[in-house]
Structures are given as structure tokens and as C-alpha cells.
């Protein structure tokens, strides 16, 4: 499966980078050489996507957590970013939706269709569909 492994390429022990002609795996680790069936990947590269905490990812990016305490994604702007930090866009690269410099998440169309109807049984800062109007409990 693996056509070439190097083993320890970055100073510090503990780190294995793995090539073939189809896939690049990139581990680090604190302690130890083996690599245990690909069961711990921090990264892989193969011919579906890029995988974070998978060996098999199944689309283009799969962030995969470990034990839920973890941030999965974090995208950090610079100072003065005016870029938007996140776009969504559609094949013809209208943005539908973006996150824009200062936190803020703007999109095209909104569908309420799957929100709650009343804000029966609904916590405090859950959001419902009142005919069409978006309300916070």
C-alpha cells in the first residue's frame, strides 16, 4: 500500500511521513516508531480529499475529533483582515454565504423550513420560525 516511508524527517523524534502513489499520510507523535495500521493519522492526503483525524476521508476536507472537547476548525484572521474570513460559494462562484472580518455570518436565502414552528419546549437562545419571522427564545 505504502511505496515509501520516512521515518523522523523533522527534528524532535517521533514523526513519520508515509508516500505512495496515491495517498500521503503525515503522523507526529511524542514517543515510539511504529504506526500502528494508520489507526492514529493526524493528516492524510489520498485520491477522495484531505483527512484530519481519518485515514479514509469520505469528501474534499473531513475534520474528524477525537473525544468532543475539541475546537475541530479554526479559521484566525490577521490584524486588519478585510477579507471575509469563510465564503460558501455555488459552481459559478456566486458566495451564497460568508463570515465576514468581524465575526458576523451573512447568506443569500435563509430556509426556516426545518426550525421549530412555536417555542414550545424551546431553551432559552433557541431560535424558531414565526411564519416566516426568525425569533430567539
Not at 521515518?7 to 511524542?30: C, D
Not at 494508520?38 to 481519518?54: A, F, H, P, S
Given at each position: 500500500q505504502?511505496g515509501?516511508?520516512?521515518k523522523?524527517?523533522?527534528?524532535?523524534?517521533?514523526?513519520?511521513?508515509?508516500?505512495?502513489?496515491?495517498?500521503?499520510?503525515?503522523?507526529?507523535?511524542?514517543?515510539?516508531?511504529?504506526?500502528?495500521?494508520?489507526t492514529?493519522?493526524?493528516?492524510?492526503?489520498?485520491?477522495?480529499?484531505v483527512?484530519?483525524?481519518?485515514k479514509?476521508?469520505?469528501?474534499?476536507?473531513?475534520?474528524v475529533?477525537?473525544?468532543?472537547t475539541?475546537?475541530l476548525?479554526?479559521?484566525?484572521?490577521?490584524?486588519?483582515?478585510?477579507?471575509?474570513?469563510?465564503?460558501?460559494?455555488n459552481?459559478?462562484?456566486?458566495?451564497?454565504?460568508?463570515?465576514?472580518?468581524?465575526?458576523k455570518?451573512?447568506?443569500?436565502?435563509?430556509?426556516?423550513?426545518?426550525l421549530?414552528?412555536?417555542?414550545?419546549?424551546?431553551?432559552?437562545g433557541?431560535?424558531?420560525?414565526?411564519?416566516g419571522?426568525l425569533?430567539?427564545?
Amino acid at each position: 500500500q505504502w511505496g515509501l516511508q520516512a521515518k523522523n524527517l523533522i527534528s524532535g523524534g517521533g514523526t513519520t511521513l508515509m508516500l505512495s502513489s496515491k495517498n500521503i499520510a503525515f503522523k507526529a507523535r511524542s514517543s515510539g516508531d511504529s504506526f500502528t495500521g494508520l489507526t492514529e493519522v493526524d493528516l492524510i492526503i489520498n485520491n477522495v480529499g484531505v483527512g484530519v483525524g481519518t485515514k479514509s476521508p469520505t469528501s474534499k476536507l473531513e475534520v474528524v475529533g477525537n473525544d468532543g472537547t475539541q475546537v475541530l476548525m479554526t479559521a484566525k484572521s490577521i490584524s486588519g483582515q478585510t477579507a471575509n474570513m469563510q465564503e460558501w460559494t455555488n459552481s459559478s462562484n456566486f458566495v451564497m454565504a460568508h463570515i465576514d472580518p468581524s465575526g458576523k455570518i451573512q447568506a443569500s436565502a435563509i430556509n426556516f423550513s426545518g426550525l421549530p414552528t412555536s417555542s414550545a419546549g424551546l431553551s432559552a437562545g433557541d431560535v424558531w420560525n414565526d411564519s416566516g419571522t426568525l425569533k430567539i427564545v
